[in-house]
């Protein structure tokens, strides 16, 4: 069972990144999928989520018409199209998965709830 988070690169501000989030050994339909970054010297925030059957979207008001997270089940992969970037949003991007039951509507802000993780892509916009 892995994630793999990939796409970052350096980008100018005000351009644009897709980032990909991939999953082998089971399979995404089933489960949420938020998206995570951490800058140097700062704590993991929470971006945006998709849940797992109706494919309800949230975004982080740092991020919000900026972002757009999708996914495409046959490809078992969730994207985060990331426009108008900042240097703000330079950081690591985390993807993170979780299929359970969580007895609160907006536990997909919380790091902690999440079961898989990928390892990180390092997005960079210069100024």
């Known amino acids: 069972v892995q994630l793999q988070a990939y796409g970052g690169g350096l980008v100018q501000a005000g351009g644009s990144l897709r980032l990909s989030c991939a999953a082998s050994?089971?399979?995404?339909?089933?489960?949420?999928i938020g998206w995570f970054r951490q800058a140097p010297g700062k704590e993991r925030e929470w971006v945006s989520f998709i849940s797992s059957r109706e494919g309800w979207k949230y975004y982080a008001d740092s991020v919000k018409g900026r972002f757009t997270i999708s996914r495409d089940n046959a490809k078992n992969t969730v994207y985060l199209q990331m426009n108008s970037l900042k240097p703000e949003d330079t950081a690591v991007y985390y993807c993170?998965?979780?299929?359970?039951?969580?007895?609160?509507?907006?536990?997909?802000?919380?790091?902690?709830?999440?079961?898989?993780w990928g390892q990180g892509t390092l997005v960079t916009v210069s100024s």
């Open positions: 050994g089971f399979t995404l339909d089933y489960y949420g």
């Open positions: 993170a998965a979780d299929g359970s039951y969580h007895a609160y509507s907006t536990w997909y802000k919380d790091s902690d709830e999440y079961k898989y």
